[in-house]
Each structure stands twice: as C-alpha cells, then as structure tokens.
C-alpha cells in the first residue's frame, strides 16, 4: 500500500517556489546578455545604443540610472552580473536561490544542492578573478549549469507538490521574461522606425529568438523572419517551452497538482486568475493583439501576472492565524 506525501509546509513551499524562480531568472540575465553580446559585434556602429534595453528588460532603469549613469556594456555587465546590490543581478539571484535551496535541503535530492551551490561558487570565483575577459564563455557555461539544474530537478526529485511549486515557479518566471524581451524589442531597440523590415530588422528579431533560445525552432516552422509570427511563436504556440501559452499551461497543471482542483473549477484566486490569463492566451489571435497593440498587450500581461504570483504567495504562503485557517477549512 503506497502512501501520499505529507502536506507541504508554507515555509518550504516559499522556498523550493523561490529557487527555482531566482534559477530561472538568473539563466534568463545570462542568456540575454550573451545575446547582446554577440549583437553588438553584427552592429558595431550602433553598439552604445543596444545596452540601455538591457536595462529597460530588467526593470531596474532608476536604480541603474542613479549608480551608473549611461548605459556602456562594461556598466550593463556588471549591473546585471556581479552587482550585489541589484537584486535581480545574476550573483544576487544565484545567492538566493542558494539560500533557499540550503533551507529545504531535507525536500530536495542531494544533486540538486549540490548543483545550486555549484552555480553559487561558479559565480563567487568569476567574481574572485576580477571579472572575466571572456564574458560569452561565462555565461554559455553558467546557461549550461542551470540547464543542468532543471534535469537534475525532474530526474531526481519525486514529481510531487514539492516539484510542482518548483515547475509552476519556473513556468510563471519565464513567461514573465518572454514578453519583457518581446516588449523591449517592439518600443525601444530599433534606433529608428527607418530600419524597420531592413536585415537590421531581421538581425533584432533574430535576436530576439536567440534570447529564448528560439530561432532555430522558429525556422523550422515558419522558416523567414517575420514579426507577427514571430510574436505568434513567442506568445501563443503551444509546443515551444519558452513561449507563453506552453508556460501558463504547465504552471496551471502544476498548481491545480496541489490543490487536486480540477480543469472548469478553482478552490482559490490563483487557480481562477490563472486560468482566467489561460483563456486569454489561448483565444488571442496574433492579429487581434498586434492591431491592439503589442506593448499595451504585454503591459496588461504582466500586470495580470503580478497579480498571479501575489495571489499564490497569498494562498499558499503567507502565515494566517489558526483561528482563520480552521474557518477556511470549514469552508466559511
């Protein structure tokens, strides 16, 4: 006879929910930092200009602004790698990550702390040895690691709620980041509407597929470079695991994983906005959101998505009084 796993603390719920995210995120910096990397070396005239997006991406432009002032790569990198003080910097995150990952080192497989306090330690010697003259290398190789965190996850660990936060987390963390670089692409990266549907053009949008790792799936199906499908590809195919319809599906699986709730219904505000977004995605035709705007579509998203996470720390984190929790599992 097989038993079910004892329920989930909140305390370690937050914390396997926020690893995995500050994972995500961290690999999601390094990514579209190499990306922008290898851009300025096709656009050589324009390279300045290709920094500050960066910035605008992270949503982090006045703290930026206030430390550093211009956007040069040399600031960006560092800003977005080993500033400390930048809480979504790829150091700062990985010490997060790692900080959680110690304190439920009891719920999660060996492998798994072993590989977040790799990552950790990768960045700490980075830092040691005064940076890196060979940026690229650091970041293919720390996208690599993080990689290889995510298969150790889904190979090691028991596909239980705990894997699930970890999933949902993961899934709600890089839909996010998809339509911040889709945003930062349509209103800020072009210098001027004159390039638009130049190979300039075609070498952005290349770019942009690059950052999610997404070109060379997109070429497959749709084969030349156009923005609507391309924003099409990003936001509402179904099978590529970057895009956001794919991410809101499996985070939605996972958290009604939980709960047990099934498809039609939900038991809490999480499961009823997320599937409410769900919905949205799935019956917005590209034409519908390119005529409406991309930028005013992404802005609603992410707003929406906010709200989603407030709503799941909100069910299933945040400490209630006893007196509250047993009215609510009386069903008051």
């Given amino acids: 006879m097989t ?3 004892p329920p989930l603390l909140s305390r370690v719920a937050s914390s396997v929910y926020w690893m995995s995210r500050y994972i995500e995120r961290a690999e999601n910096v390094a990514r579209f930092v190499d990306v922008n990397l290898h851009l300025t070396l096709d656009m050589p005239s324009g390279a300045a200009r290709q920094w500050q997006p960066l910035i605008d991406t992270s949503g982090d432009s006045a703290d930026y602004a206030a430390r ?6 040399e600031s960006v990198i560092e800003f977005l790698t080993f500033d400390e003080k930048n809480p979504n910097s790829i150091m700062s995150c990985v010490r997060a990550a790692r900080e959680n990952a110690r304190t439920v080192r009891d719920t999660i497989s060996s492998e798994m702390w072993e590989q977040a306090n790799k990552l950790y330690l990768m960045m700490l010697n980075a830092l040691a040895a005064e940076r890196s003259d060979k940026p690229n290398e650091l970041f293919k190789r720390f996208r690599m690691e993080c990689h290889l965190f995510q298969g150790i996850t889904d190979s090691t660990m028991s596909h239980n709620e705990a894997w699930n936060f970890i999933r949902a987390a ?6 996010d980041k998809t339509t911040r670089i889709l945003d930062v692409k349509y209103y800020m990266l072009l210098p001027s509407v004159r390039v638009v549907g130049t190979p300039i053009d075609d070498i952005h949008w290349a770019a942009v597929l690059k950052s999610v790792s997404g070109f ?4 497959k199906r749709f084969g030349r470079l156009s923005p609507p499908r391309i924003v099409e590809f990003l936001l509402l195919d179904p099978e590529f695991p970057r895009a956001v319809r ?3 599906r ?4 996972s958290v009604r994983a939980v709960t047990g709730t099934p498809q039609g219904a939900y038991r809490n505000e999480a499961e009823q906005l997320l599937s409410q977004l769900r919905a949205e995605i799935d ?6 959101i390119m005529a409406g705007g991309l930028h005013e579509f992404v802005d609603t998203f992410q707003v929406k998505l906010n709200r989603i996470g407030a709503k ?3 069910t299933f984190f945040a400490i209630r009084p006893l007196e509250q929790q047993q009215q609510s599992a009386a069903g008051y």
């Avoid at 550093?68 to 790569?73: E, L, M, R, S, V």
């Avoid at 993961?170 to 839909?175: G, N, V």
């Avoid at 499996?250 to 699986?253: M, R």
């Fill in 3 to 5: 038993t079910a796993s």
């Fill in 68 to 73: 550093y002032g211009a956007a040069t790569q």
């Fill in 170 to 175: 993961r899934k709600m963390e890089r839909a």
């Fill in 216 to 219: 060379e799936m997109y070429r």
């Fill in 246 to 248: 794919y991410c809101l």
């Fill in 250 to 253: 499996l985070a939605d699986e």
């Fill in 283 to 288: 019956y917005s035709p590209v034409e519908q």
């Fill in 312 to 314: 799941i720390h909100e």
